[in-house]
């Protein structure tokens, strides 16, 4: 039989936003900008509170495609074990509408980020944008399927319809492990792992598979099978990865 390997990826964007995002402000002046920028470059900030002590991520979900809630409380977990954000972490989820599309390019996805998106960095609060589709990505191959990009420095895309095709079935892991998984391995890379944002303490880059670790059983490590999420278990970040973050001001 055929395996498809279930990959959690991330994508590098050049001049994602034109020249009027550069300056673009809302009613209230908040600059947009600031949550347009290259992955890994608000890993500090997320990490220590020297300019932001709270930590709002706005979820975003296309009808009948919501995450479950376990899932969320493990993401925060992961993240209260990390993070230094003494004014909290919330969570503010809603749907929309599906686009109807049969799947996603990164230009797409971020085009629903640009027309739904409403919270950005303001007053003390780092915001995130999670989006959660409804279809899979444009770049699956028939061997190998990709459940979720980070591709912004506070953006990330989780492809729910292919999580749950790959969950809750016999020889498959159960829907919250395989989330929890897909989702906190999103927001690592958000947090500037590994070596894009968070400087490496040791040498533990995979070769083969940039900016994701070299240890198999790491949360970060490029292939979602890693640890034992077949068996129940969600991958937890490696000592070698701690050791990043702690660096760069986190826990």
């Not at 706005?58 to 995450?67: A, K, R, S």
């Not at 493990?74 to 989820?93: A, P």
Request: proline share 3%.
């Amino acid at each position: 039989m055929k395996k498809i390997i279930a990959v959690i990826t991330l994508a590098f964007l050049v001049s994602i936003s034109c020249s009027k995002d550069s300056t673009e402000n809302d009613s209230n002046g908040v600059v947009k900008a600031n949550n347009k920028k290259a992955l890994g470059t608000s890993a500090h900030d997320l990490l220590s509170e020297d300019k932001f002590d709270t930590l709002l991520i706005e979820l975003v979900y296309v009808e009948g495609f919501e995450p479950s809630a376990a899932a969320i409380t493990n993401l925060v977990s992961f993240l209260n074990n990390r993070l230094y954000k003494s004014g909290g972490i919330l969570v503010e989820k809603r749907a929309i509408p599906s686009p109807g599309n049969e799947s996603y390019t990164i230009a797409q996805i971020i085009a629903i980020e640009e027309a739904n998106r409403t919270h950005y960095n303001e007053d003390g609060q780092i915001a995130v944008w999670a989006f959660f589709a409804d279809a899979k990505s444009s770049t699956d191959t028939n061997t190998a399927v990709v459940l979720g990009t980070a591709y912004r420095n506070t953006s990330f895309v989780i492809y729910e319809n292919t999580v749950q095709k790959l969950s809750n079935s016999p020889f498959k892991p159960s829907r919250t492990i395989l989330e929890t998984t897909v989702i906190n391995h999103e927001f690592g890379h958000i947090l500037g792992l590994t070596n894009i944002g968070t400087p490496l303490q040791s040498d533990h880059e995979d070769a083969e598979h940039k900016r994701h670790c070299n240890v198999t059983s790491c949360l970060m490590y490029w292939e979602s099978e890693s640890g034992n999420v077949l068996g129940g278990v969600v991958p937890q970040l490696d000592a070698q990865c701690i050791a990043d973050l702690r660096a760069n001001g986190g826990k």
